[in-house]
């Protein structure tokens, strides 16, 4: 769902900012878009996957995310860390804190011991991808697909969301790592 005509990248001024450009739906309030991607950072167990499990709970149920309003859209959780049993006990945590008896449609990937390249996982999973009509893709953590890529390398790091871009550009979704 590229918006950009790939021959006629230059646009003139006046004609960009007079011509009508609509904003892509807010998934959660003064935060995050769809079609945008978003990291979420921090130490070693500083609840990160916590953080991304209730991100994506409270825009698949359109409930607030740490008292943001939110946008509900379907949501997937690739899991490449956690053993799902685990990841399980998170998800009914969270739903009790905030009083979800239900969050039926949410698609949760557990697919720990199969990290590999993003761009190899990108094509194994984009078919799957694409049926689910995801408005939030999350992936857990990052690092488990930069494959022989080196987070300190510029040049790499650029592969990585490069590929992130080519799942946001073919679904529309937004991506938060």
């Not at 859209?73 to 804190?97: D, P, S």
């Not at 390249?117 to 049926?131: H, P, S, T, V």
Request: charged letters at 20%.
């Amino acid at each position: 769902q590229n918006q950009f005509n790939v021959l006629k990248i230059a646009v003139e001024f006046e004609k960009f900012t007079a011509s009508h450009i609509p904003r892509p739906p807010v998934l959660v309030e003064g935060l995050l878009h769809q079609g945008s991607k978003m990291l979420i950072s921090g130490g070693s167990k500083a609840r990160k996957t916590w953080a991304l499990l209730d991100l994506g709970i409270s825009v698949h149920t359109g409930s607030l995310f740490l008292g943001l309003k939110t946008t509900q859209t379907n949501v997937l959780f690739i899991n490449l860390e956690l053993q799902a049993a685990f990841t399980r006990e998170r998800c009914i945590a969270i739903n009790g804190a905030k009083g979800l008896a239900d969050v039926k449609g949410m698609d949760m990937w557990n697919l720990r011991g199969y990290s590999c390249d993003i761009a190899k996982l990108r094509k194994q999973l984009m078919a799957g991808i694409r049926q689910g009509n995801y408005g939030l893709i999350i992936i857990d953590p990052i690092y488990k697909v930069y494959g022989r890529r080196d987070e300190n390398s510029v040049s790499d790091v650029a592969e990585i969301m490069h590929e992130l871009e080519i799942i946001i550009n073919e679904t529309g979704a937004a991506v938060v790592f």
